[in-house]
């Protein structure tokens, strides 16, 4: 059965870094467009990072320059670098699969990761 699990969030001072981590499993992960969508505490869900198996990412605007998705395959596993943590990425980060043949229509989600960047 497919299932994504998010791991490492947490309490981050402002301008500080961290990293997320999405385990996978039960689909052939390499053939899955993956990416991270999150939900700020009263606002709706918006989508930040997509990552293609061949290399090429997709950033929001709000993270560009400052965030980074990566993937490694051998281990089923996608990640999420963040640096220069602003209190508006506080939020609940989640990875995602979109379906197959696409980019950003998102079928399967994790159960999300907790960011909270304060000082």
């Known amino acids: 059965q497919v299932q994504l699990v998010e791991s490492g969030g947490g309490l981050v001072q402002p301008g500080g870094s961290l990293r997320v981590s999405c385990a996978a499993s039960?689909?052939?992960?390499?053939?899955?467009?993956m990416s991270w969508v999150r939900q700020a505490p009263g606002k709706g869900l918006e989508w930040v990072l997509s990552?293609?198996?061949?290399?090429?990412?997709y950033y929001a605007d709000s993270v560009k320059g400052r965030f980074a998705i990566s993937r490694d395959n051998a281990k089923n596993t996608l990640y999420l670098e963040m640096n220069n943590l602003k209190p508006e990425d506080t939020a609940l980060y989640y990875c995602?699969?979109?379906?197959?043949?696409?980019?950003?229509?998102?079928?399967?989600w994790g159960q999300g990761t907790q960011v909270t960047v304060s000082s």
């Open positions: 990552s293609v198996s061949s290399g090429t990412t």
């Open positions: 039960g689909f052939t992960f390499n053939s899955y467009y």
């Open positions: 995602a699969r979109a379906r197959l043949g696409t980019m950003d229509r998102f079928e399967y």
